[in-house]
C-alpha cells in the first residue's frame, strides 16, 4: 500500500529589527500532525539568498512531498495573503541575515521570468472567508527571500514532481507586533493555524481551480 505524500511546511527565522516571526510559529506548531492522511513536515528556513536554494533542494529530494506550502511575513498585511506569482529577481531593500544584499540578480539563471502557485488560491480564499478568516489574493510576494523561495519551490517541483501543488502565504503582524507599530493590523495565531490548516486541506481536497474573478484592474 503506497504511503500517502507528505505536506511539506516552511517559515523563516526573524529577520531584520524583529525578534518575532509568526511564520516560524505556524510551522512550528503544526510540524509533525497530520493533515487527514498526510503528515506535515515542517522546516525553518533561513532568511539568506546564499542557503535557501540548497536548503530547498535538500528538502524536495528528502521528502518529495505532494503538497508544498511556504510561509513569510508581511507586516502591515490585513489578511492572510496568497501570492500567485513569483518573479525570477532578487532586489533586496534590506540585507538578509548575513548581511547580503543582492541588487538586480536573477533567482535561476536562464529561468522563466515568472513562476506561479500551483494551489486552488481563489477556492482556498473562498473556503476562507466562508469559515470568517480574512483572507485574499496577492500579485505581489516581493522581491526578497520570500521571493525567492516561492520562485525556487515552484521552478524546482515542474521540473521534478510536476503533479506537487505548492504556493506561498504571507502572514500579517501577530498582535504584540502590530503593538509595535501603531496603527497597523495583527491577526491572532490562533487564526493564523486555523488558516494554514484550512489552505492545506483545500490543496488535498480541491481538484479544480475556482472558476471566479481574482484580478485587479490596477
Not at 524583529?18 to 506548531?29: F, G, K, Y
Not at 478568516?133 to 526578497?144: D, E, F, V, W
Amino acid at each position: 500500500m503506497r504511503m500517502p505524500r507528505p505536506i511539506l511546511l516552511t517559515g523563516f527565522e526573524p529577520f531584520g529589527a524583529d525578534p518575532d516571526n509568526p511564520a516560524q510559529e505556524v510551522v512550528r506548531a503544526l510540524a509533525d500532525t497530520r493533515i487527514g492522511a498526510h503528515p506535515v513536515v515542517g522546516a525553518i528556513l533561513p532568511v539568506a539568498f546564499s542557503r535557501t536554494r540548497e536548503r530547498i533542494d535538500a528538502l524536495l529530494a528528502e521528502h518529495t512531498p505532494g503538497v508544498v506550502l511556504a510561509l513569510g511575513l508581511a507586516g502591515g498585511r490585513s489578511e492572510l495573503s496568497f501570492e500567485r506569482v513569483a518573479l525570477n529577481l532578487i532586489d533586496a531593500r534590506i540585507a538578509d541575515n548575513e548581511g547580503a544584499q543582492p541588487i538586480d540578480v536573477r533567482v535561476v539563471e536562464h529561468g522563466p521570468a515568472a513562476c506561479f502557485a500551483t494551489l486552488p488560491l481563489k477556492a482556498i480564499v473562498a473556503e476562507l472567508h466562508a469559515r470568517g478568516i480574512p483572507a485574499g489574493l496577492s500579485l505581489s510576494a516581493g522581491t526578497y527571500v520570500c521571493n525567492q523561495v516561492m520562485y525556487l519551490f515552484a521552478h524546482r517541483l515542474a521540473q521534478c514532481a510536476p503533479t506537487a501543488r505548492c504556493g506561498f502565504l504571507h502572514l500579517p503582524w501577530l498582535p504584540h507586533q502590530a503593538a509595535r507599530h501603531p496603527g497597523q493590523p495583527s491577526m491572532a495565531l490562533s487564526t493564523m493555524l486555523e488558516g494554514v490548516q484550512v489552505a492545506l486541506q483545500c490543496a488535498l481536497t480541491i481538484e479544480h481551480e475556482l472558476q471566479a474573478s481574482g484580478g485587479t484592474i490596477a
